[in-house]
């Protein structure tokens, strides 16, 4: 019987983004290279019984197997300790007599001496990027699941279904091969392992907090010489998309992981100069957006207009509660049935007031992290808790007397669920609260300024929501008038909460799509930028020069220019030329002895470097540069073109100032042509027309990447 062939089609991971609220214009999918290593972590062996079984099996060491005794010991009724001896004997623990077994004496002994046999490990998966050779915060307990390949195309395209049981689902993602320089012999150690650990567990934290059903647990953090690693990885592809927004030049990158993004991978992108991307970003530009145009995928979440829409964790129990009180107001109250349906209509508009109240909460909590209080929160009673939280309260700003009390004793258990990814009201609450404390400008003191009663008002709703929620009916009902003013109060008090929320858009209707122009001139300019000059050079730059130029390419491409625009098309190309050389100097400060012969130290260097047989060959506008700028400049100061010119050669060593001139023998002479032509700035030269523009922008542009690649 012959061997089953070896499957060599890609393993693609592929995890559920989470891209609320992205005005998203163009999209690629990708699979990002990564090794899957394979680690054991120790933990703690779980012993199976609960706390009360713990403690009846030790105390039974002591007090052999005298139920009276040990109920009367624990302060446990003898029912409930006879239950508890008899489940101990079923688990062979205990004798017939409920006396300590061979097993259970095994069981103690462990315990007691907290030996190897306490410890169990649990197998993991780490990934480490190829093309960075860095560890991804992201660590798996579960074994992986590979998608399903469909097709391999031969332009290095894969076809696989995100969900197996729906064809719907297929992606074409672009595969991004790992070069023969990639990190393939790069292999973590344990402190590399624990910082991944520990960042994942982070990340965990705000996700779970920011999502509803995450069944996913960071494992926990042991120490370095505990972790044992498997040198032989796997190769992997993360399923990542690649994201331009509308109006919007920068990338955005999926982690892969379903956290969010990554700064790492857009900027790998970047800096390679592949057309598709510059592809990517022309697919971006939208003049109009209509009616017909939609988002391929999770329209939902990928598109939003703005204001409220780009929460739609908030804006869908919003919207929910408005449906339940327009529902509530067509009802004619006839019956008792009729009045039933009220009820249940107005108590579950409550319920959707207070989960978009406790959503808000989340993203406060989320943006404004509190870990100290956190930990003590959790490390004490409900009651410590509420005397902290109440003078905590009161000190925001908020009437925090009468029924608030009962909503600020927050249980221990209640905030350590929070790192479980199932928050609620009152520990978000807390942590507001205590975040609110030490910071003059948390979203919680702007509420409290605007409406100090608002714990007063979560209460009452929590009174209502509380019963609704558990299926009980509440013993009164609410007139469709109150619950308006609920509803209204309810989006003041998050719009205090978070102030993109403006008033100008109606958070009770559903989002529609509608013609409206986009602004997008900065975005056509970044692409011809990336065009002309290459995308990882226009990324490299600094923002400074970056901005310049993409205020330069805007004006070029204006239709027509009157000659003031012209002048001040000139003054940019000087300034742009003065910013690239004050790069150069700017880290490359020296000690100036004789501030009266910088400039004949520079005009000697221009000629040792070859730009010209003789100083009296150069040019005026550089040969009659301002010494006190000069002196500014090789300080560190961008000060003027001519003097940003002179500095350079002071401070480029004789290399640099060498290849200069290979590269571009002309290159004084054109810095001295730009001085003339830009003069004091405001004097508009005849000598220039809209033909001259583009030889000379093209001009500037390869001089600053020769500057940039030489120094």
Not at 292 to 318: K, M, T, V
Not at 511 to 521: A, E, F, N, P, S
Not at 620 to 635: C, D, F, G, M
């Amino acid at each position: 019987m012959s061997a089953k062939p070896k499957d060599h089609r890609p393993k693609v991971l592929s995890f559920r983004p989470t891209l609320d609220g992205l005005n998203i214009a163009a999209r690629q999918h990708v699979l990002w290279p990564c090794h899957a290593f394979n680690i054991s972590i120790p933990h703690k062996k779980k012993s199976g019984l609960n706390v009360f079984e713990e403690t009846v099996l030790k105390i039974t060491e002591i007090e052999s197997g005298d139920t009276e005794k040990i109920a009367q010991f624990t302060c446990l009724e003898k029912e409930l300790v006879a239950f508890i001896q008899n489940r101990l004997n079923q688990l062979s623990l205990l004798n017939d007599r409920y006396e300590l077994s061979e097993r259970g004496r095994e069981i103690l002994n462990e315990w007691q001496n907290k030996s190897d046999g306490n410890v169990e490990y649990t197998v993991a998966t780490v990934l480490i990027d190829l093309l960075s050779g860095k560890l991804l915060p992201y660590v798996s307990t579960e074994q992986l699941s590979y998608k399903k390949i469909s097709r391999i195309g031969d332009k290095g395209f894969i076809d696989f279904l995100t969900n197996p049981t729906n064809e719907k689902s297929r992606v074409s993602a672009r595969m991004i091969r790992p070069a023969k320089d990639s990190f393939w012999k790069t292999v973590p150690d344990s402190n590399d392992i624990i910082r991944a650990i520990r960042d994942f567990q982070k990340k965990y934290k705000r996700h779970a907090l920011l999502n509803q059903d995450v069944d996913l647990y960071p494992p926990p953090v042991p120490k370095a010489e505990a972790i044992s690693l498997h040198e032989n990885p796997e190769l992997v592809y993360l399923h990542c998309r690649v994201l331009v927004q509308i109006g919007n030049s920068d990338l955005l990158v999926t982690d892969g992981c379903g956290f969010g993004f990554s700064e790492s991978f857009a900027n790998y992108l970047t800096s390679q100069n592949w057309q598709w991307i510059i592809d990517l970003k022309s697919k971006g530009v939208v003049d109009r957006l209509t009616p017909d145009q939609s988002n391929e995928e999770d329209e939902d979440e990928f598109s939003a207009s703005g204001g409220l829409d780009n929460y739609p964790s908030i804006a869908r129990p919003l919207r929910r509660a408005q449906k339940y009180l327009t529902d509530a107001k067509n009802i004619d109250v006839d019956s008792s049935n009729d009045e039933q349906e009220l009820a249940r209509l107005t108590g579950l508009a409550v319920v959707s007031l207070y989960e978009a109240i406790e959503w808000s909460l989340r993203f406060v909590v989320s943006d404004n992290p509190v870990a100290h209080w956190e930990h003590l929160f959790s490390s004490q009673s409900y009651r410590e808790n509420d005397k902290i939280l109440r003078l905590f309260a009161t000190k925001i700003g908020f009437d925090a007397s009468g029924s608030v009390k009962v909503l600020l004793q927050v249980k221990p258990g209640k905030i350590r669920a929070i790192d479980r990814g199932v928050p609620e009201m009152q520990p978000l609450l807390a942590l507001a609260i205590a975040g609110a404390i030490d910071d003059p400008n948390h979203p919680l003191r702007h509420l409290a300024v605007e409406d100090s009663g608002g714990l007063s008002f979560i209460n009452i709703l929590k009174e209502v929501r509380d019963p609704v929620s558990h299926g009980n009916s509440i013993n009164f009902t609410l007139s469709t008038e109150i619950l308006e003013c609920y509803r209204d109060r309810t989006v003041r008090l998050i719009r205090a909460l978070i102030p993109e929320i403006t008033e100008g858009k109606d958070p009770y209707v559903s989002k529609t799509k509608y013609d409206r122009d986009i602004d997008q001139i900065r975005l056509k300019a970044r692409i011809e930028l990336d065009k002309s000059l290459g995308l990882g050079f226009v990324q490299a730059i600094s923002p400074a020069l970056r901005e310049e130029l993409i205020k330069l390419t805007i004006l070029s491409q204006t239709p027509a220019l009157d000659n003031e625009q012209l002048q001040r098309f000139i003054n940019m190309l000087a300034s742009i030329m003065q910013l690239s050389l004050f790069e150069v100097v700017k880290d490359r400060k020296s000690s100036v002895i004789n501030q009266t012969t910088l400039r004949d130290e520079a005009i000697e260097k221009i000629v040792q470097s070859g730009f010209y047989p003789a100083s009296n060959s150069i040019p005026e506008q550089i040969s009659t540069v301002n010494t006190k700028r000069i002196y500014l400049a090789v300080q560190g100061s961008s000060t003027t073109l001519g003097a940003q010119l002179l500095a350079v050669f002071l401070l480029g060593s004789e290399s640099e100032l060498v290849q200069l001139q290979k590269s571009d023998p002309a290159f004084v002479d054109f810095v001295a042509k730009l001085i003339r032509l830009r003069g004091h700035g405001n004097k508009q030269q005849s000598d220039f027309s809209r033909g001259d523009m583009e030889p000379l922008k093209y001009k500037v542009f390869k001089s600053i990447k020769i500057i940039t690649e030489v120094f």
